[in-house]
C-alpha cells in the first residue's frame, strides 16, 4: 500500500475551494479540490477512520499528542445536542467538531477548561 509522505495544501483566492497535494512515496503528486463545504464531512470521516484504525490494530495505544498541530478555535461550547445528551463542540474555521461525552466527564472538563482560562497576572471580579 502506497505511504504518503507529505501533504501540502492552500485555498483559492475567494475561499470557496480548498486544494490538497498530496504526495505519495516521496515522488507521486495526487491533487484533491475540496469545496469550502465538503471540509467538515471529510474531517469527520478522517476520524472516524483514525478511530477505526486504531480499533482494528489491537492496540492499547493512545493517539499521540506530540505530532498534534495547535489550531485557532474560534468557539468552544459545551451544552447538549437537543436530545440532552452532553456535547462539547469545537469550531475550527469552517468545520465543527463535536464529541459526546458523560455527564461527569463533561462537568470536569468544564472545570477544567475554566481553571485553565483564569488569569494568574492578579485578582478579577
Request: hydrophobic content about 40%.
Amino acid at each position: 500500500m502506497p505511504v504518503v509522505t507529505q501533504v501540502l495544501g492552500d485555498t483559492s483566492t475567494d475561499g470557496n475551494r480548498i486544494r490538497l497535494q498530496i504526495i505519495v512515496d516521496d515522488h507521486e503528486v495526487n491533487e484533491i479540490v475540496l469545496c469550502r463545504n465538503d471540509v467538515q464531512s471529510v474531517v469527520g470521516l478522517l476520524i472516524a477512520l483514525g478511530g477505526q484504525a486504531l480499533s482494528r490494530s489491537g492496540s492499547e495505544q493512545e493517539p499521540s499528542t506530540t505530532l498534534a498541530r495547535p489550531f485557532p478555535v474560534d468557539l468552544i461550547t459545551l451544552g447538549d445536542d437537543g436530545r440532552g445528551e452532553p456535547v462539547l463542540v469545537f469550531s475550527v474555521g469552517a468545520t465543527a467538531l463535536a464529541f459526546n461525552f458523560e455527564r461527569d466527564q463533561l462537568a470536569e472538563l468544564g472545570r477544567t477548561l475554566l481553571a485553565a482560562s483564569a488569569r494568574t497576572d492578579g485578582l478579577v471580579n
